[in-house]
Nanobody, 123 residues
Framework: QVQLVESGGGLVQAGGSLRLSCRLS????????MGWFRHTPGKEREFVAA????????YYADSVKGRFTISRDNAKNTVYLQMNSLKPEDTAVYYC????????????????WGQGTQVTVSS
């Protein structure tokens, strides 16, 4: 059974940093593409960052490029999202997911999802 458990969300002031963690069980993070998405009420789920399983190539939404970094620790079977220089518009519930097939930036390309962790950035 595949399970993803996110942690690390919270309340932070604008300009601050947070690191989200996503621990995967039932699959190896080194064998699948992994992605982070975020969702705010009234909007569609938005792609944030992804890492493919071949070579660990990374991809980022333009809105977070240069501020967020996706990484993984194969030994801990965990994927991370380091978020720096946070802005109020980064406020959302953040989800990690295991990619199945399809484009890395589409939610429909992901087969398994975590429960989400709330990130709130105050101005």
């Amino acid at each position: 059974q595949v399970q993803l458990v996110e942690s690390g969300g919270g309340l932070v002031q604008a300009g601050g940093s947070l690191r989200l963690s996503c621990r995967l069980s039932g699959r190896a993070v080194s064998s699948f593409g992994m992605g982070w998405f975020r969702h705010t009420p009234g909007k569609e789920r938005e792609f944030v960052a992804a890492m493919n399983w071949i070579g660990g190539r990374t991809y980022y939404a333009d809105s977070v490029k240069g501020r967020f970094t996706i990484s993984r620790d194969n030994a801990k079977n965990t994927v991370y999202l380091q978020m720096n220089s946070l802005k109020p518009e980064d406020t959302a519930v953040y989800y990690c997911a295991v990619q199945g097939s399809g484009s890395y930036y589409l939610p429909t390309s992901y087969d398994y999802w975590g429960q989400g962790t709330q990130v709130t950035v105050s101005s």
